[in-house]
Nanobody, 121 residues
Framework: QVHLVESGGGLVQAGGSLRLSCAAS????????MGWFRQAPGKEREFVAA????????IYGDSVKGRFTISRDNAENTVYLQMNNLRPEDTAIYYC??????????????WGQGTQVTVSS
């Protein structure tokens, strides 16, 4: 299995930006698709973005398309989520995951512990 650790969360004002990182370890890291999900208190976990090692372009959830960008550095075993024009409704715990290249959380096998993102008005 892949071990994942998220970082980069914090408090930011609406309209600001944050860059999340997901550090991965494991012999087969580069063979997995990588995704980001988020979950706000009292809400269902929501797909944010996913990227493959090499091939199809990244995919995004409708609520973040045009504002967030996912990228992957295979040499450094790291996945990033650049979040621009943040809104209060983006407030959530953000989780990094590895698995299949889909929008379904059940298709991801390994999960990080999450990092809190809070966007103030």
């Amino acid at each position: 299995q892949v071990h994942l650790v998220e970082s980069g969360g914090g408090l930011v004002q609406a309209g600001g930006s944050l860059r999340l990182s997901c550090a991965a370890s494991g012999r087969t890291f580069s063979n997995y698709a990588m995704g980001w999900f988020r979950q706000a208190p009292g809400k269902e976990r929501e797909f944010v973005a996913a990227v493959t090692r090499s091939g199809p372009p990244p995919i995004y959830g409708d609520s973040v398309k045009g504002r967030f960008t996912i990228s992957r550095d295979n040499a450094e075993n790291t996945v990033y989520l650049q979040m621009n024009n943040l809104r209060p409704e983006d407030t959530a715990i953000y989780y990094c995951a590895s698995g299949l290249f889909t929008k379904r959380q059940t298709d991801y096998d390994s999960w990080g512990q999450g990092t809190q993102v809070t966007v103030s008005s």
